[in-house]
């Protein structure tokens, strides 16, 4: 078993240092100091808790560069885009400070003749988030935020290609929280299945279908929390807004098409077929790898993509430049590209590219369109384009996704809750109900009199 793992910076493909992998030792002193530091953190007043995490989003914030620095290592990210992420985190940690205190109200008074009863919401405990390559920070945020605002005490198990924002987290927790608040265990995958089989008391997990389910698997009868992937329908009517194509394209290749919430299978109609892919071609063809956006992240994602796209069967594959710079000739780089002309189940359609990559159909009716967007087994995210906002609403409530946009992709804020159904996983990140995936309700009943 390896006690290292290498890293590597994705830009130019070369190594730029290691990490330790963590094992049962250290797995077993960070769960006894976590459990140490929890009822104390869980005892603090709804108030001392909000002022902690206030104090933890302004430590972040103070060290922006150092943030971005780190983000930029492990991703390959711009510079801009792992600005913004840090960002959002900040804002994440901000509102769910907030939350600490707007708690959901408890159920009070007399639901039976002689007894008053009322529910408390409780923390699980421990919860262990593992956290993807994708996003490394901001996902760490979206488990930790409202499961420390909750109560719990963390483990952060990062990707093993990208620990390095996470231990920064770690640190600045530590300064703000305390000590023992929120713990980062880096290392391999053997250390991420070590940790989901540790004495923790939840799993909030983020990443494919096939890893959720060796999670959920490993995890027993502890509670979980799976994020899982998308291959996100996009459908677009004839009527659709003149800026469509170029709001795809930008939101595709965003994070080199990394995300789970990403536009992937672009449906349209067969009257406007042509018009459809010769602009998201012409948009695309704009959005240059290594000046508009990142390499891919790692060599398995490298090979995911090379394999689907040589094995799809599409008849049109148009593609934009690569211009890396000549020191990163080396990365993980590749075109954005779009796929035309291709069958139903095409590899492109059925399995999940995750990179900048839209595939194109074709429906003759609007009952086609809806069967081939809710046709694949994920269902995290969607969007409809139309200049006509009742055809879109009506059109959104009959895709099953946990969010749908309409006339735009990607636009999230912490207020609005996000997560999948069926093979997406289960469970909700952001807003104020994900509180309610860190915590467990207690209900007191007493008799007041005979």
Known sequence: ??????????????????????????????????????????????????????????????HMDEYVARETAGTGKPDWEARGEVQEVIDLVRF?????????????????????????????????????????????????????????TMLVKPAETTPDSAALF????KETLGSGIMQVLAGDRHTGRLVVESDVDAIAFTGSLRAGTDVARRAGIKRLSLELGGNCPVIVLPDAPQDTYAALAAAVTYNAGQSCAAPARVITFRQNYKEVVDSLAAVMK?????????????????????????????????????????SEQEGFWRPACVLADLPEDDIAVTEEIFGPVLTVQHADSIEEALRLANGQPQALAASVWSGELATAVGLASKIDAGEVWLNCHLTQTAELPHGGRRASGNGTDLSILALHEYQRPKTITARVRR
């Open 286 to 326: 704009e959005r240059h790898a290594g000046k508009d956006f990142g390499p891919l992240n790692n060599k398995d994602q490298l090979k995911r993509y090379d394999r689907i796209i040589t094995e799809s069967g599409a008849r049109s594959v148009q593609s934009s430049s690569i211009d890396p710079k000549p």
């Open 170 to 173: 770690a640190e600045h927790a």
């Open 1 to 62: 078993m390896e006690t290292t793992t290498r890293l590597v910076d994705p830009r130019t493909g070369q190594q730029r240092g290691h990490v330790i992998n963590a094992r049962e030792n250290e797995i077993s002193q960070a769960l006894t100091t976590a459990r140490a530091a929890q009822q104390a953190w869980t005892e603090l007043t709804p108030k001392a808790r909000a002022q902690r995490l206030n104090a933890f989003a302004e430590c972040i914030d103070a």
């Open 96 to 152: 769910y400070a907030w939350t600490a205190r707007s708690l959901t109200a408890p159920a009070a008074g007399k639901f039976m003749d002689f007894h008053e009863s009322w529910v408390r919401w409780e923390p699980l405990g421990i919860v262990a988030a593992v956290v993807p390559w994708n996003y490394p920070l901001l996902m760490a945020a979206w488990r930790c935020a409202p499961a420390l605002a909750a109560g719990n």
